[in-house]
């Protein structure tokens, strides 16, 4: 059974830190990536790492305070995110697709978490 399930969110102060993780189970070595929607918008792409490793791909809204890694042996993925703002307000989601390539949209991602909330305060 393919299942990605989130950990990790809370409520945090303005320029506090969170790190988010993503364990999955069922498959492996996908290429995995965090999108986050926030209320009344559409879910965005936040960072993305491939099945075959090297740099992860960040959105502008998260360079140099986001970073995202993975630990294959625990078939997992983060996101440490610093610095954090209200605007970062949203519920973030866990996606992976079988493919290499890192992909903005979230139609070309083939298995979702069930999202966690996170929430930064002024």
């Known amino acids: 059974q393919v299942q990605l399930v989130e950990s990790g969110g809370g409520l945090v102060q303005a320029g506090g830190s969170l790190r988010l993780s993503c364990t999955a189970s069922?498959?492996?070595?996908?290429?995995m990536a965090w999108f986050r929607q926030a209320p009344g918008k559409e879910r965005e792409f936040v960072a993305g790492?491939?099945?075959?490793?090297?740099?992860?791909l960040y959105a502008e809204s998260g360079k140099g305070r986001f970073t995202m890694s993975r630990n294959s042996a625990k078939n997992t993925v983060y996101l440490q995110m610093n610095s954090l703002k209200p605007e970062d307000t949203a519920v973030y989601y866990c996606?992976?697709?079988?493919?290499?390539?890192?992909?903005?949209?979230?139609?070309?991602?083939?298995?979702w978490g069930q999202g966690t909330q996170v929430t930064v305060s002024l």
């Open positions: 790492i491939r099945r075959t490793g090297g740099a992860p």
């Open positions: 996606s992976s697709r079988r493919f290499t390539d890192i992909k903005l949209s979230q139609r070309e991602y083939d298995y």
């Open positions: 069922g498959f492996s070595n996908y290429t």
